[in-house]
């Protein structure tokens, strides 16, 4: 069964780049007729689309809001396909994801790896209830 892990650094400063990999195991990147791809989701917002690599000559495509700061990659002797976001902000904090879709088939997810973009750290969530 495949099976994807994102890794990457969990806290990035503002105006550097962001560097995700995707390992997948189980499965070659290359088999034929497969998207891999890497969404996110902002704290509080829906799902972004980023970008995706085809197993099948390795084209990318790329949503046009991320396209000038995206590169999205592979490297077939480690079996990963990466992500490199440029000129990071805030609003670049997220949770990223990768997955592989069959064309024309299932899904397949990593677990998820958290990016906070500050230049203090990560900061620690707080809860007040009454």
């Known amino acids: 069964q495949v099976q994807l892990q994102e890794s990457g650094p969990g806290l990035v400063k503002p105006s550097q780049m962001l560097f995700l990999t995707c390992t997948v195991s189980g499965d070659s990147i290359t088999t034929k007729n497969m998207i891999w791809t890497w969404i996110r989701q902002p704290p509080g917002k829906g799902p972004e689309w980023m970008g995706a690599?085809?197993?099948?000559?390795?084209?990318?495509y790329y949503n046009p809001s991320f396209k000038s700061r995206t590169s999205i990659s592979r490297d077939t002797s480690k079996n990963q396909f990466s992500l490199q976001l440029s000129s990071v902000t805030p609003d670049d904090t997220a949770v990223y994801f990768c997955?592989?879709?069959?064309?024309?088939?299932?899904?397949?997810?990593?677990?998820?790896?958290?990016?906070?973009?500050?230049?203090w750290g990560r900061g620690t969530q707080v809860t007040v209830s009454p």
């Open positions: 997955y592989r879709k069959e064309v024309g088939g299932s899904f397949d997810w990593g677990q998820a790896t958290q990016v906070t973009v500050s230049s």
């Open positions: 690599i085809s197993s099948n000559g390795g084209v990318t």
